[in-house]
């Protein structure tokens, strides 16, 4: 390389960075595509009408009332089971164990159970959730999925957040008397608040467009009422998005942009709620 | 004042003891996980033997004559897989040297939470943007493209996949300290000759680690290649017709009407356990890479 012409040399090196300056910009352009084209497809049919009304065999008849209110029930119950779950699991990881065997395998388990294929997980939820405990394709059943599905999500931030402590508030804490979980609980834990909050939205929002595991478990896809309590049948979101997009007919591909446009809709704001409160943290601790 | 103590002491063992117990539960997922699908892979394996399942040419589990090589699901797989490793790997690599060695520090603010937006879609949109948009345009540009096809939903998966591949790199790539480019500059070279000759070698097992966690990543992809890639279990290299992958077949088998218990059901615990067993080790070597890195670096 280094016995080529100087002119030769500064030319690759000028067309290197413009290559990598396209390649990586062309990641924005695609989503940009992706964006315009579902907003195209789906925009004529996102009225209130189509939040309202449930499932139809007539696309104008359509709607995503079930499957709206599906996920919310979904996702308050695997908020419900894998928050406290998985801060606790997070604490005790960094508060409350040395380093140990112990604790390098439960890490060893929980950074492989993260690259499952949801789709596994789903079958996990199949055969214990839905067939031995005998919760059909409930809303529990489908939240109990879920939540082992966030678990090393939440485990692993809530472990980041806890690092980013510094020691000598903890030392400090220690030092006047309190014990490790006094000092956990009012001085580790609030400090690290933001930083689980964060982790805790954006493996929920993860969980909402996860469509496999739900499949696996049967939830339904058609449902004409909403739940009413937890061991209800169930559609979601990206299920019926789902079902939509399978139908071969071009109102029920925009039916399922207009789904889109609501699920991506959601997962907006969730995302804007994290860099809320990361910016809010930061500038607090300036 | 010494019951005090004690009560301290046992509220404070408790607390410890019940978030133990809470860091029990994802020990006991991955031994659930485990212990389900031997046990029910393991009722298939004793109608079907193991050699016949892996190395069986023929899937047709569904229909009579039932066959029950695994095979075509493999193929069809891998195919999606090379599809995608074609399009994520050189291009989020790419966009990793841009972010780490070229872009100022405001570029990377704003481009960077952008590529992680990319990650954050749903699969299932993906899928839908491969029927709905990749599909028409591969149809107009070339001509003897299926409906269902593999190119599309390699594709999608690879828009997926490219920024995982991107963050990871360009965090390998800022962690080769800067001393190391500086004396490559210092005795001459171009920007192009230290991120090619110097930067990217010295982290080439953290490249390596984040690109077969990439490639895990779109093996275990449902929503998409069930959208897009068809369901047609075939061994063929073609990525214009369509095949079926792993997950796409236990996806149909779990939406249609196949009867709980039968043989034909219990395929879907059998690729399942083979899908669990290559993701899971695609994951131990991206992890002990990974480590390799991190040991000359930190």
């Known amino acids: ?286 | 004042m010494f019951q005090r103590k004690w009560a301290k002491h046992w509220r404070e063992e408790g607390i410890k003891a019940g978030l133990f117990l809470c860091a029990t539960v994802s020990v006991l997922t991955t031994f659930a996980i485990v212990w389900i699908l031997i046990r029910e892979a393991g009722v298939f394996f004793q109608e079907v033997s193991v050699s016949e399942f892996l190395f069986g040419t023929q899937w047709t589990p569904l229909l009579e004559p039932r066959s029950f090589g695994v095979l075509p699901l493999v193929c069809g797989t891998f195919l999606i897989v090379a599809g995608t490793a074609l399009i994520a790997l050189p291009a989020g690599l790419a966009t990793a040297i841009y972010l780490s060695e070229y872009a100022s520090s405001r570029v990377r603010s704003i481009l960077k939470p952008i590529l992680e937006v990319l990650a954050g879609i749903p699969t299932v949109v993906y899928g839908y943007f491969a029927l709905s948009f990749v599909t028409p345009l591969l149809r107009t540009v070339f001509s003897d493209v299926q409906i269902f096809n593999a190119a599309s939903a390699s594709i999608v998966v690879g828009i997926m996949v490219l920024s995982m591949v991107a963050s990871l790199c360009d965090d390998t790539l800022r962690a080769v300290p800067a001393s190391l480019r500086q004396g490559a500059y210092a005795v001459g070279a171009t920007p192009v000759e230290v991120t090619l000759g110097v930067v990217i070698p010295s982290s080439l097992s953290g490249i390596m680690a984040a690109f077969v966690l990439a490639l895990s990543r779109a093996i275990g992809e449902t929503m998409a290649v069930t959208l897009a890639a068809g369901a047609t279990p075939k061994m063929t290299m073609d990525p214009f017709v369509g095949i079926q992958t792993m997950t796409a077949y236990i996806v149909q088998v779990s939406l249609g009407d196949t009867p709980a218990g039968g043989i034909a059901y219990q395929t879907i615990f059998a690729v399942s356990a083979l899908l669990f067993v290559i993701t899971l080790i695609m994951n131990i070597v991206s992890s002990h890479l990974l480590r390799k890195f991190r040991e000359v670096y930190e």
């Not at chain 1, 890490?107 to 405990?133: C, E, H, K, Q, T």
């Open chain 1, 1 to 286: 390389m280094i016995s080529r012409s100087l002119t030769y040399r500064y030319w690759f090196a000028r067309a290197f960075h413009v290559f990598c300056f396209v390649v990586a910009w062309t990641g924005v352009v695609i989503l940009g595509i992706l964006l315009f084209h579902v907003t195209r497809e789906g925009i004529q049919w996102l009225d209130l009408q189509f939040l309202s009304d449930f499932p139809s065999r007539f696309p104008a008849k359509a709607g995503i009332r079930s499957a709206l209110f599906g996920t919310l029930w979904l996702m308050g119950f695997t908020a419900l089971f894998s928050v406290p779950i998985g801060i606790g699991s997070g604490l005790y990881l960094e508060e409350f164990t040395n380093k140990n065997r112990f604790s390098r395998f439960i890490d060893l388990n929980i950074s492989n159970l993260a690259g499952v294929p949801s789709i596994v997980y789903g079958m996990l939820g199949l055969v214990i959730f839905v067939r031995w405990f005998g919760l059909e394709q409930s809303v529990l059943a489908g939240s109990l999925t879920m939540s082992l599905l966030i678990l090393p999500v939440i485990i692993i931030s809530t472990r980041e957040a806890l690092r980013s402590v510094p020691n000598t508030i903890r030392q400090a804490a220690f030092a006047l008397g309190a014990t490790r979980w006094q000092t956990t609980y009012a001085h580790v834990l609030p400090a690290a608040l933001p930083g689980i909050l964060t982790g805790i939205i954006l493996a929920l929002s993860r969980a909402i467009g996860e469509t496999a595991p739900l499949v696996m478990i049967g939830a339904l896809t058609y449902v004409a009422f909403t739940p009413e309590g937890p061991m209800d049948d169930f559609t979601a979101l990206p299920i019926q998005i789902f079902n939509w997009a399978s139908r071969p007919q071009q109102e029920f591909h925009e039916l399922a942009a207009a789904g889109i446009l609501v699920l991506l809709l959601v997962l907006l704001m969730m995302n804007s709620i994290a860099v809320y409160i990361r910016h809010r943290s930061e500038k607090r601790n300036l």
